[in-house]
Nanobody, 124 residues
Framework: QVQLVESGGGLVQAGGSLRLSCAASGRTFSSYRMGWFRQAPGKEREFVTAISGSGSSTYYADSVKGRFTISRDNAKNTVYLQMNSLKPEDTAVYYC?????????????????WGQGTQVTVSS
């Protein structure tokens, strides 16, 4: 089992940057596929990006490709989401997720463990 705690959210102007962090408990962090999802008010939770356990493979939603970067530091049990060129439509609660199944999937149900979420608000 793994517990996830996100941090780094906040209020930023359009065009600005934020870096989210997700700290995981446990000794087998590198075994987990990690993902970031987001959910805006009144909308379904949507896939943002994911990274394999080793960090060698990454996946992005088209809406964030070229602006967001996912990375992980397995020695620190932490996954990061660097968000640049933020837009008002990026406003949402951002969730970190983890799963032991190494096969990539962009569906929320493919992830077993979830953090509490961190709010990101981008003002125009």
């Amino acid at each position: 089992q793994v517990q996830l705690v996100e941090s780094g959210g906040g209020l930023v102007q359009a065009g600005g940057s934020l870096r989210l962090s997700c700290a995981a408990s446990g000794r087998t962090f590198s075994s987990y596929r990690m993902g970031w999802f987001r959910q805006a008010p009144g909308k379904e939770r949507e896939f943002v990006t994911a990274i394999s356990g080793s960090g060698s493979s990454t996946y992005y939603a088209d809406s964030v490709k070229g602006r967001f970067t996912i990375s992980r530091d397995n020695a620190k049990n932490t996954v990061y989401l660097q968000m640049n060129s933020l837009k008002p439509e990026d406003t949402a609660v951002y969730y970190c997720a983890a799963d032991l199944d190494p096969k990539h999937s962009a569906t929320p149900r493919s992830y077993e463990y979830w953090g509490q979420g961190t709010q990101v608000t981008v003002s125009s």
